[in-house]
């Protein structure tokens, strides 16, 4: 499987970016699957942000962006994608798309979950 993400820019706070993570070489993905998006920040670890199950639908958030950010699937077109509303200074980071196989979304926010595909990270940078 290969993830691919993008969409990452420079945005002023308060102010909207949505990026998407499109998934490629592994057919039809499985109902079981659930793929997430994970942030690093300069001089901080990999966090988790929203996760979402591609068969139910269902999805997860951090605390930190609940209400403000939105993730969402397009079965069709095998891409995930991340809405992000009200920006903060502190949203800065790498942002990641990452796939587990056999899980649900919740399971995905576990620090130090196995994650068994990631795709290459987008920036976000959000200036003050």
């Known amino acids: 499987v290969q993830l691919q993400a993008y969409g990452g820019g420079l945005v002023q706070a308060g102010g909207s970016l949505r990026l998407s993570c499109a998934a490629s070489?592994?057919?039809?993905?499985?109902?079981?699957?659930?793929r997430g998006w994970f942030r690093q920040a300069p001089g901080k670890g990999r966090e988790f942000v929203a996760a979402?199950?591609?068969?139910?639908?269902?999805?997860y958030y951090a605390d930190s962006v609940k209400g403000r950010f939105t993730i969402s699937r397009d079965g069709a077109k095998n891409t995930m994608y991340l809405q992000m509303n009200s920006l903060k200074p502190e949203d800065t980071a790498i942002y990641y798309c990452?796939?587990?196989?056999?899980?649900?979304?919740?399971?995905?926010?576990?620090?130090?979950?196995?994650?068994?595909?990631w795709g290459q990270g987008t920036l976000v940078t959000v200036s003050s």
């Open positions: 979402v199950n591609w068969g139910t639908g269902r999805t």
């Open positions: 990452g796939e587990k196989r056999g899980s649900s979304a919740q399971p995905m926010s576990v620090k130090g979950q196995h994650i068994d595909y």
């Open positions: 070489g592994s057919g039809r993905t499985l109902s079981s699957t659930s």
